[in-house]
């Protein structure tokens, strides 16, 4: 009886660190990531591949730093007021703080109160100096359209990721064309234009969501379709849902500041 308990608490054990992947983790050229993994739908690389080309460093100008908000624009974030956002698992009172006009990331993911469909987006975020951790430890947080499709938020200034998990990654799917980070403590923008998928009447996806994201003036995703929700060693997947659906920011146990938050609705075709 004691044997068989303990093979099951050794089996369970086990079966707890593969699905961790603690113990499948690898290290490639200074990048750590799994091979492990299911593979990509085009059959190229496992999800976060430490193998797959790091997106190549472009140093990045100016662009729409403190843009001031459109006329027509839903402002989310403006340094003082967090009416429009809430805790995303409780619902309540959000814990994250506003410090000096930023919004820094606290226990739990926030979300918006307000539910959006096609939309244009502004936000600007800081990652923290001096910078702490490694790869996805590394300032880590993430823009979720409509709460299921992530935009990468992470420092890779001067740092490695598996390329499918740096900053402006579609995560898990879509590596960012390049690295357009700015270092940690300085202000950085996205710029986003995202149009939600659709799906036919047995929940079947008709229309992929695709996302264009500027990052410090540079597109670092080019109308590049979403395999699916973004997720931790999944290919991604879509499950139907509704045409509008709330923003949300990931915590992920590191202080990211975030400022300057709007969103417009954009129509996908002017058709009057
Ligand atoms: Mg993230």
């Known amino acids: 009886m004691k044997k068989t ?3 099951t608490t050794v089996l369970a054990l086990v079966a707890v660190t593969i699905l961790r992947g603690g113990a499948a983790e690898v290290t490639i050229d200074g990048v ?3 091979q492990d993994t ?3 739908p085009d ?3 496992h999800v976060h591949d430490p193998a797959r080309p790091q997106p190549p460093v472009v140093t990045p100008g100016t662009f729409s730093e403190n843009a001031k908000p459109p006329a027509d624009a839903t402002v989310l974030f403006d340094g003082t007021d967090l009416s429009h956002w809430r805790d995303q698992r409780t619902g309540g009172e959000p814990t994250w703080k506003v410090v000096d006009g930023a919004l820094i990331t606290g226990r739990g993911y926030l979300q918006t109160t307000n539910e959006f469909g096609d939309l244009q ?6 990652e923290p100096t001096p910078p702490k951790g490694e790869g996805q430890a590394r300032g880590n947080s993430g823009v979720f359209l409509m709460g299921k499709y992530e935009i990468q938020v992470l420092d890779c200034y001067n740092s490695k990721t598996y390329a499918d998990g740096a900053t402006g990654g579609i995560y898990g799917q879509h590596p960012a064309l390049v690295n357009a980070c700015r270092p940690p403590g300085k202000w950085q923008t996205y710029d986003i234009v995202f149009n939600v998928p659709h799906f036919d009447a047995d929940g079947k996806v008709t229309t ?3 996302i264009t994201v500027i990052q410090n003036g ?3 995703q080019n109308h590049q379709a979403f395999r699916g929700a973004t997720n931790w060693k999944s290919p991604g997947k879509y499950t139907a849902h509704g045409h509008i659906g709330p923003l949300a920011l990931q915590d992920h ?3 990211v500041a975030y400022r300057n938050i709007w969103v417009r609705p954009v129509a996908v075709v002017n058709d009057p």
């Not at 987006?121 to 800081?126: A, G, I, P, S």
């Open 5 to 7: 308990l303990l093979a």
């Open 121 to 126: 987006l502004h936000l600007e975020f800081r």
């Open 43 to 45: 059959g190229k690389w």
């Open 38 to 40: 299911p593979m990509q």
């Open 253 to 255: 146990n590191n202080p």
């Open 208 to 210: 992929p969501a695709y």
């Open 32 to 34: 750590a990531g799994f």
């Open 218 to 220: 540079v597109v670092v």
